[in-house]
């Protein structure tokens, strides 16, 4: 589970079909003293995070592939909670 | 995913046989300021290293993909397959914000 801020947003024609319906969001890595870090990735989103909301991204690939209800999806990140 | 810029392709004869069908990039991750303007003009190198991708997408070179690495790029093929990343989606827009604090 990585802390991150949601930075930004993209969209896709052309994608894998498991990806259809999500919406995906530009996360980046928050450090220990809440400043962004990294090079900013890719997470599908259920919740409807906004625009530097801080959330839990996971990296679990089985776990992506559950709440696509597709077991042969490559989706790995997804936002698993908004924090208040 | 991660977000890359697809600089070349590479061809192989004899290769697995579940890779028919798809197309081997080389792919450059797009830096952080990059992100905004990679869609309507190349990206710079990035210094981040370069790698190559399976994509059955149609992705092809210049075009801005998202690309997962790891155990999950074996995920859409229905037998054991040798492969470590594999690309997701071509991107038609990337809009990044800075946060302001």
């Given at each position: ?5 949601v930075v930004?947003?993209a ?11 999500f919406?995906?969001?530009?996360c ?5 003293e ?20 801080k959330?839990f991204?996971s990296t679990?690939g089985?776990?992506a ?10 989706i ?9 | 995913?991660?977000i ?18 798809g ?24 210094t ?7 994509d059955?997408i ?6 801005i993909?998202g ?5 999950e ?5 229905d ?15 990337l ?7």
């Open positions: 589970m990585l802390h991150c801020q930004g947003n969209v896709a024609t052309a994608k894998h079909h498991s990806l259809d319906g919406k995906m969001l530009l980046q890595q928050l450090d220990a809440q400043q962004p870090s990294g090079t900013p990735f890719i997470a599908i989103d259920l919740f409807g995070a906004g625009m530097h909301q959330v991204v679990d089985i776990g592939r559950d709440i696509v209800h597709d077991q042969h999806s490559p790995r990140m997804f936002i698993q909670g908004i924090i208040d | 995913m991660r890359g810029h697809v600089i070349g392709k590479v061809t192989m004869s004899i290769q697995e046989e579940a890779f028919r069908g197309r081997w990039l080389v792919i450059n991750p797009v830096d952080t300021e990059d992100l905004n303007s990679c869609i309507e003009q190349q990206p710079k190198l990035s981040q290293s370069s790698l190559i991708v399976y059955n149609g992705a092809g070179e210049g075009d993909i690309f997962v690495e790891g155990a790029a074996t995920a859409p093929f037998d054991p397959t040798p492969i470590d990343a594999i690309s997701l989606a071509i991107f038609d827009t809009k990044y914000v800075a946060p302001a604090n």
